[in-house]
């Protein structure tokens, strides 16, 4: 037997058996991108995040939301699904970017859960000292005063129980805005039904000052 044949023989089969695994290869390439074109997604939930850094008092825009998908398991509670019922809205909380918006950072009569009897007034602190002294869950006298000294002192609300102390996109920045110019800082107070009238006029007639006590 000639030896150059029997070399030659060897050298197409492996070559034949080249081609084979080859064409296998490819075959088996488009199999698998095929399965992946047509597998399901994965399912996820649509939830409303923050689009930037947004401060707490901040009216929500449809600029400052982002549609973001989450895996089921990981939607916080209480997640905004709709975007109609976040927009104007008034942030009670802080948020950062990409956080997942709650109804639990919005401003809403739920703040009044716990305060049965009460009222959610929102007024103006004059002295922003003061009112960066407040926080949450405090509960605190009001007394107001005129800036004029033509009437005594008189306290308005004798428990005010401190819901949130919202803090403008302006003022967080720093920047100078109308809201900014009125001077202050506005606090959001629960107090009993009866006084919420008299302190709402009383916010924007006098001069409010915060009492604490024991």
């Known amino acids: 037997m000639n030896p150059l044949r029997v070399l030659d023989r ?23 991108v095929a399965q992946a074109a047509t597998a399901p997604a994965p399912r996820t939930v649509p939830v409303w995040t923050a689009r930037h850094d947004l401060a707490s008092g901040t009216a929500l825009g449809a600029d400052d939301l982002r549609r ?13 699904r709709s975007v109609g019922a976040v927009l104007g809205r008034t942030l009670a909380t802080p948020l950062g970017a990409g956080d997942p918006v709650t109804s639990s950072d919005l401003m809403g009569a739920e703040r009044l859960d716990g305060y049965p009897g009460r009222a959610a007034v929102a007024v103006r602190i004059p002295d ?22 033509a009437h005594e002192p008189e306290r308005i609300a004798a428990d005010a129980a401190v819901l949130a102390v919202p803090r403008s996109s302006s003022e967080a920045s720093g920047e100078a805005s ?17 006084q919420a009238d008299e302190l709402a ?7 409010l000052s915060v009492v604490w006590s024991r």
């Open 68 to 80: 973001t998908a989450f895996a089921p398991g990981s939607v916080p509670a209480h997640a905004v």
């Open 10 to 32: 060897a050298r197409r089969r492996v070559l034949v058996h080249r081609r084979l695994l080859g064409a296998c290869s490819a075959a088996a390439a488009v199999w698998f």
């Open 178 to 194: 109308g809201t900014a110019m009125l001077g202050g800082r506005l606090v959001v107070f629960a107090v009993p039904e009866g």
């Open 128 to 149: 922003p000292a003061v009112a960066a002294l407040l926080s949450p869950g405090q509960h605190v006298a009001l007394v107001a005063s005129d800036p004029q000294g």
């Open 201 to 207: 006029a009383a916010g924007a007639s006098r001069y």
